[in-house]
């Protein structure tokens, strides 16, 4: 049962959010589709031991789910005549028959990041019922992310649900006169996605590629729905600069390793010219830079310098000037505290640093002591740097990166 509950989880892991997408295609119902998905789930972990898994799980996990729902519209008198003509006309096979059928459309997906991302819900429940059926993300991880109680979080995703069933909201991409108004939605999540695959909030692995590739494919996708959106090819461009550290971001073991100590032979160079082109792009359309450009350009000061210390800080530090003043955010402020304290010295960063903790910012994060602990052993207060460390690594909901901070105090003790 481990082995078959290990493959259940990486089948959804890897494809739920397709499956989801696909569910959601067939029935014209978001929460219909998770909930048909759970009960397929439930069926395998009963069915797969003895019938063995099938050649291809997501395409068993759909048919069962379909034909779960086919089921419940012949049951359904209340059905309208469309839904049983097509109950009647799919045939009865098994779901391992009908496996070679699964056929996901690329684009369905974005259809239902679309869906989330619909204006009748507010942008807060937009972003927790897509990280949650496009990400496949818990509540836990979606809470930390947001840094909202998860009771929270779980009441936005139930309301979510509840108003586009009552809206009627259609599976399909937006018409073009519409995708400006519901982009700004659909990149955020989109980002946050990424950000999750970057460097994963909870569980014992630093990094959940499989979600920051699923972003950044739909990331391309939206450039070539929307190509004169310069946000939209900025947001490519981070995601790519940020990819192309990947493989240099942990050792053999899947411990973290930190900027400073990568090696920059194993980038990925192809990705970086790959995200110089689509922030030149972006630059080309004449808007001047938005949020995700301002980021991107500080990924790309990253990306081209040999060495941290042949690095452009200066340069790095009014970018975050800009950003900071564009979206004011206590995250961007922690992040000019770092590169401030490489291009001035790390008092000066303390001083942006504290302000934040004078504010309460981040009162859950781990981020915040992280970087104070850092700056306080800079300056050699060593004590009070191990305190900070601690602290950020009660905080830390990653054991990787818990690790690695419990690690820094034990080292200045």
């Known amino acids: 049962m481990t082995s078959i509950q290990s493959t259940l989880d990486v089948t959804w892991r890897i494809e739920g959010a397709r499956i989801v997408a696909a569910l959601s295609r067939f029935t014209g119902d978001v929460s219909l589709a ?12 009963s069915t797969w031991p003895d019938a063995g898994v099938p050649r291809n799980p997501a395409a068993w996990l759909t048919a069962v789910a379909k034909r779960r729902a086919i089921d419940s519209w012949r049951r359904d008198k209340r059905l309208d ?5 097509l109950a009647h006309d799919l045939d009865d096979g098994a779901p391992h028959d009908v496996a070679d059928e699964w056929e996901p459309i690329d684009d369905d997906v974005l259809r239902l990041v679309f869906i989330a991302c619909h204006p009748v ?10 990280l949650r059926v496009v990400g496949g993300l818990t509540t836990t991880e979606i809470g930390r992310m947001l840094l909202a109680p998860v009771a929270t979080v779980q009441a936005r995703i139930t309301r979510a649900k509840r108003t586009l069933a009552e809206a009627r909201v259609p599976f399909e991409t937006p018409e073009p006169t519409d995708l400006t108004e519901r982009l700004g939605g659909v990149l955020s999540v ?5 950000t999750e695959g970057y460097a994963a909030t909870t569980g014992d692995t630093w990094m959940r590629r499989d979600l920051a590739r699923e972003a950044l494919r739909l990331g ?3 450039t070539g729905l929307v190509p004169r959106e310069s946000e939209a090819l900025a947001l490519v461009a981070l995601m790519e600069f940020q990819s192309s550290r990947f493989g240099s971001r942990t050792d053999a073991a899947g411990q973290p390793i930190l900027l400073a100590d990568q090696d920059r032979t194993r980038w990925d160079h192809a990705q970086i010219r790959r995200g110089s082109d689509a922030l030149a792009r972006a630059d080309a359309l004449g808007r001047g830079r938005g949020s995700y450009a301002l980021q991107a350009a500080i990924a790309e000061c990253h990306s081209l ?7 452009d800080w200066e340069r790095i530090v009014v970018l975050y000037e ?10 961007v402020d922690l992040n000019r505290a770092v590169a401030v304290s490489k291009a001035i010295g790390p008092a000066a960063a303390l001083r942006i640093v504290d302000v934040l903790v004078a504010k309460g910012a981040l009162a859950q ?7 104070r602990g850092e700056l306080l052993a800079q300056l050699g207060r060593h004590d009070e740097a191990r305190v900070e460390f601690d602290a950020a690594a009660t905080l830390a909901g990653n054991a990787r990166e818990a690790a690695v901070l419990r690690a820094k105090a034990q080292r200045l003790a």
């Open 121 to 130: 819900l507010s942008r807060e429940s937009q972003v927790a019922l897509t």
């Open 34 to 45: 998770e909930d048909l998905a759970s009960e397929a789930s439930v069926e395998a972990l």
């Open 81 to 85: 005549e469309r839904y049983k003509a």
């Open 322 to 331: 800009a950003l900071g003043r564009l979206a004011p955010n206590p995250i």
């Open 365 to 371: 994060s781990h981020l915040l002591p992280s970087v």
């Open 305 to 311: 310098a040999p060495s941290i210390g042949e690095t």
């Open 220 to 222: 391309r996708i939206l």
């Open 190 to 194: 989109v980002y946050l996605i990424f």
